[in-house]
Nanobody
Framework: QVQLAESGGGLVQAGGSLRLSCAAS????????MGWFRQAPGKEREFVAA????????NYADSVKGRFTVSRDNAKNTVFLQMASLKPEDTAVYYC???????????????WGRGTQVTVSS
């Protein structure tokens, strides 16, 4: 069973950038499709991005396309979410997740981290 731990969140001004990391333990992330989700206060958790086992396929929510980039380093057992041109509406707790099925369009994930807070000030 893989355990996931996010880091890299913080407070940033609108227009700024942040890079989130998700470190895995207890298993190799090369066996998993990895995803990022976020949940803002009072809202449901929403999909942000996903990446296939070796990074050949990615999928993004329309709201982040062109601004966010998901990547992975299987040798370091870590997944990243590079966020640029941040907006106040990107404020949320960001979670990484893992699933062994390959479809990057699927929203089904088995393992979840505890999240990291991202706050974008206007």
């Amino acid at each position: 069973q893989v355990q996931l731990a996010e880091s890299g969140g913080g407070l940033v001004q609108a227009g700024g950038s942040l890079r989130l990391s998700c470190a895995a333990s207890g298993g190799s992330i090369s066996d998993y499709r990895m995803g990022w989700f976020r949940q803002a206060p009072g809202k449901e958790r929403e999909f942000v991005a996903a990446i296939s086992y070796y990074g050949g396929r990615t999928n993004y929510a329309d709201s982040v396309k062109g601004r966010f980039t998901v990547s992975r380093d299987n040798a370091k057992n870590t997944v990243f979410l590079q966020m640029a041109s941040l907006k106040p509406e990107d404020t949320a707790v960001y979670y990484c997740a893992a699933n062994q099925l390959p479809d990057v369009t699927s929203r089904q994930y088995t393992y979840w981290g505890r999240g990291t807070q991202v706050t974008v000030s206007s």
